[in-house]
């Protein structure tokens, strides 16, 4: 599901043979070999649309009929939707429509055009708030990530990670996507604390370093804290790789650049060194991210009092 800056679903009409009828469709399409869903969908989307998102989120994966077939369909939500000029090449039989979740749900009781069967159950999908997001808050979603970015920004906390790398050749047909749940809860309490925080998961996203880099350059914080954690305490250190190459990648950015999670906390020193992040949080966290929040805010550079922070003198 593709949506427009205004909340409009991008939808595709064209005819299908096997059924003698024109269908409404979201767009899709197969996932080449040693190709990642992500990567696929991105390609699939332009070609029959040439429409390009900003933005792309996996909701999760489900076979498609179990009982006959292995195979997997991908979720994909994407926002800000935009139209780019066709290129040769690209599917011209295709139609293009945007239209809102209340008409589209209009003409699934009408049943005209023909509704596919994936569009119908991802919507119910959706609804039933079985895919982590409601189809009628999802327009509000996209408007308040428009507006975070125009608000002055205090923290973006990242949860790293590269799938391709940890997880290799199975990341194709598996999501081997953790929910950063600590980053969750210390985004929770800054928040209460009256800081400005938001969050980059770009093991969910997929992002490279460089696009996780481009995202905090836009999003402009005083401090992009990069947080590692698991399910299982190696969890964090095969994700280190990972935050080096973001650690990196972030010293293009005016922001200052933190270092936290299991791996840190365990070897603070040689991770500070090695990383050459502006500082390095020890312990849980969202104590010493408070305090050097406000150290930052006020301006001081003084943070010999941050507990639990390790920094170069």
């Known amino acids: 599901m593709a949506l427009t800056k205004k909340g409009k679903m991008l939808m595709v009409q064209q005819y299908r043979h096997s059924v003698g009828a024109t269908t409404l469709e979201f767009p899709s399409g197969y996932v080449d070999k040693d190709e990642m869903p992500e990567d696929a969908i991105k390609r699939e989307l332009e070609e029959e649309t040439g429409f390009i998102c900003d933005r792309i989120l996996c909701l999760g994966s489900f076979k498609v009929v179990p009982s006959r077939l292995k195979t997997n369909a991908h979720i994909f939500i994407g926002f800000n939707a935009k139209k780019r000029k066709l290129r040769s090449g690209m599917d011209r039989k295709i139609k293009t ?7 589209y749900e209009e003409l699934v009781r009408k049943s005209s055009p023909r509704i596919d069967a994936l569009g119908i159950s991802f919507i119910i999908l959706l609804r039933q708030g079985l895919l982590n997001l409601r189809i009628q808050n999802i327009r509000i979603s996209v408007v308040k990530r428009n507006q975070i970015v125009n608000k002055s920004l205090d923290i973006v906390l990242i949860n790293p990670g590269d799938k391709r790398q940890v ?18 809860a210390i985004a929770g309490y800054l928040r209460e604390k009256g800081f400005a925080v938001a969050i ?6 997929n992002l490279s370093p460089d696009e996780t880099s481009s995202k905090v350059s836009r999003l402009n914080p005083l401090l992009a804290a990069v947080i590692v954690y698991g399910s299982q305490p190696s969890a964090s250190t095969q994700n280190m790789t990972s935050v080096g190459n973001i650690i990196k990648a972030l010293r293009s950015t005016s922001c200052k650049i933190a270092v936290g999670g299991l791996h840190p906390s365990a070897l603070p020193e040689r991770t500070l060194v090695e990383t050459r992040a502006d500082f390095l949080i020890e312990g849980e966290g969202p104590y010493t991210l408070e305090c050097l929040l406000s150290a930052l805010k006020k301006g001081s550079a003084d943070y010999s009092s941050v507990p639990g922070l390790w920094f170069f003198l």
């Open 97 to 103: 429509i945007l239209i809102t979740g209340n008409k």
């Open 167 to 184: 997880y290799q050749g199975l990341a194709v047909e598996m999501a081997a996507v953790e929910p950063p749940y600590w980053i969750a």
């Open 200 to 205: 980059i998961d770009a093991s969910a996203e």
